[in-house]
């Protein structure tokens, strides 16, 4: 059977990626921060794990980690809005250790969910198929949440750079603005614009998808709501290498042999 370790499990993206996988077989192991949550996440199936991230050690997410002996990682775990502080330690901070603890533990395959349009906008020139529209989006987003964007940026960037010491089979997933109506089943995947929002289950079903399909290794992929099937969207940015971000060179182990990957963010 093979078994997932979600980080912050009980978040609202989190619980469709447990109740997908569950669907599938995983035994999924969801690490949250408070106990009350722990009853609601049973019921989905998953077996949950109180554990914060903030003060937790690298070492002791290792041992947690090799506990549960995973197939997959997924970070899925924020501090959520009002508290750069939190966002510093949680989304940055705690992404980072999660990411050397894997590493140390020996996971190899790992999702974390990131945010569309954070890069580097003080070095690195606005994509290239960003519309109008798009520029003055990015302008407004970064005005109001910019510590969770640099926080995702901090993090994505040490992903990616120092995976040539860590052998990651990692995948950035970046979600535009989120809605929790249900999923169509539909996306749009790689080079995409930032007006579309897209439903949280259909994120969890792209994770999944993500996570099925080996070609997603090593890239960034950005999903937005769109009209493509996402089994078919995810497969088709995959194949194309729309990776979207750019954090320099990095060798690392992705699939089943060492390759340098660039991306752009």
């Known amino acids: 059977m093979p078994t997932a370790l979600v980080f912050g499990g009980s978040g609202k993206t989190a619980r469709h990626i447990t109740r997908i996988l569950v669907s599938k ?14 009853p609601d996440l049973e019921s989905l199936g998953a077996k949950p794990i109180v554990q914060s991230i903030e003060e937790a050690s690298v070492e002791a997410l290792v041992k947690t980690i090799q506990a549960v002996n995973p197939s ?6 924020g501090a959520g809005a009002g508290s750069p502080e939190r966002t510093k330690t949680v989304d940055e901070e705690g992404a980072i250790k999660s990411f050397d603890a894997a590493a140390e533990a020996g996971v190899k395959r790992y999702i974390t969910i990131s945010a569309l349009d954070v890069r580097d906008r003080e070095n690195r020139p606005t994509p290239d198929w960003y519309s109008e529209d798009d520029v003055k989006m990015s302008d407004r987003l970064w ?38 109506e249900p999923g169509k089943g539909t996306i749009s995947a790689g080079k995409v614009h930032l007006g579309t929002i897209v439903s949280r289950e259909d994120v969890a079903a792209a994770v999944v998808a993500v996570i099925e399909q ?9 999903v937005v709501g769109g009209d493509t099937a996402i089994d078919e969207a995810i497969k088709t940015a ?28």
Do not use: C
């Open 238 to 265: 995959a194949q194309r290498k729309e990776a979207v971000i750019e954090l320099g060179r990095s060798v690392g182990a992705i699939g089943d042999k060492e390759r340098a990957v660039e991306e752009e963010l």
């Open 25 to 38: 077989s995983y035994a999924v192991h969801s690490i949250i921060r408070d106990p009350s949550q722990t």
């Open 72 to 77: 997959v990682i997924i970070w899925a775990a």
């Open 143 to 180: 005005g109001v949440i910019k510590p969770f964007m640099l926080a995702k940026l901090v993090a994505d960037r040490n992903l990616v750079t120092e995976n040539g010491r860590r052998g990651l089979e990692y995948t950035i997933v970046r979600p535009g603005g989120l809605r929790n």
């Open 214 to 222: 080996n070609e997603t290794k090593g890239l960034a992929i950005d």
